[in-house]
């Protein structure tokens, strides 16, 4: 039996949440998809749960992205990060150790693509 591979989605937009969630659930994949608009939220979600792939805004309020990047991944290594960004951002996201950095607007279809490599990456 696979099990699901589950989805944190991480914006302080709540279109661009609604936009990303329902898009990952129309998808070919049956996900487990979360959505939280700040990273302390996002935190407390983490604390109860192992995400496979997380999806990551830059600037919040609060901790930013790039910060929440390196909490996520000094907790969880093996979990699946992808940095989005209105802004170049590239750099901080991939030093604090996220995989993929998507310039918003985000081509859907790029992002199920890695999403996709993702999941295959972290199969386990």
């Keep these: 039996m696979t099990k699901k591979k589950s989805v944190l989605i991480v914006d302080d937009d709540k279109d661009i949440l609604r936009v990303l969630k329902d898009f990952l ?7 487990d998809i979360y959505s939280a608009n700040n990273a302390e939220n996002a935190l407390n979600l ?5 995400f496979d792939i997380l999806i990551t805004d830059h600037d919040m309020p609060g901790i930013n992205g790039v910060e929440f990047t390196k909490i996520v991944k000094s907790l969880y290594p093996k979990t699946f990060v992808i940095g989005i960004s209105g802004h170049p951002h590239y750099h901080g996201f ?3 150790g996220a995989e993929v950095f998507l310039p918003k607007p985000i081509d859907l279809d790029e992002l199920l693509t890695i999403v996709e490599k993702g999941i295959s990456n972290h199969a386990g």
């Design 25 to 31: 659930s129309l998808s070919n994949y049956d996900f």
């Design 46 to 50: 983490l604390e109860g749960m192992r």
């Design 94 to 96: 991939t030093n604090a």
